[in-house]
């Protein structure tokens, strides 16, 4: 099994940066996939980025490429996202996810473990 907390949202204006970072405690952090998701209100929880165990292979969404970046240290059982040139409508809750796996997951239901999200605010 494995925990998942999230940290380093918060506000900030359009054309700005933040950088999520999700520290996941149990063992084995380099066997599982991680991902994160966001949910605006009213809105479906959607695939952001994702990476591979190893941090060899990472998936986008269309609305991101060129701007997020996902890494993972699996020394320091973290995973990150770098979201560069923010704009209003990436302004949801944003989840890490994690599941065993050496594959890159890019569907909610492929994932087991769920953080409990940090709010990412975009003023225009």
């Known amino acids: 099994q494995v925990q998942l907390v999230e940290s380093g949202g918060g506000l900030v204006q359009a054309g700005g940066s933040l950088r999520l970072s999700c520290a996941a405690s149990?063992?084995?952090?380099?066997?599982?996939?991680m991902g994160w998701f966001r949910q605006a209100p009213g809105k479906e929880r959607d695939i952001v980025a994702a990476?591979?165990?190893?941090?060899?292979?990472?998936y986008y969404a269309d609305s991101v490429k060129g701007r997020f970046t996902i890494s993972r240290d699996n020394a320091k059982n973290t995973v990150l996202l770098q979201m560069d040139s923010l704009k209003p409508e990436d302004t949801a809750v944003y989840y890490c996810?994690?599941?065993?796996?050496?594959?890159?997951?890019?569907?909610?239901?492929?994932?087991?473990?769920w953080g409990q999200g940090t709010q990412v605010t975009v003023s225009s």
């Open positions: 996810a994690a599941r065993r796996t050496n594959v890159v997951v890019t569907t909610h239901d492929g994932y087991g473990y």
């Open positions: 990476i591979n165990w190893s941090g060899g292979s990472t």
């Open positions: 149990g063992r084995a952090f380099s066997t599982y996939a």
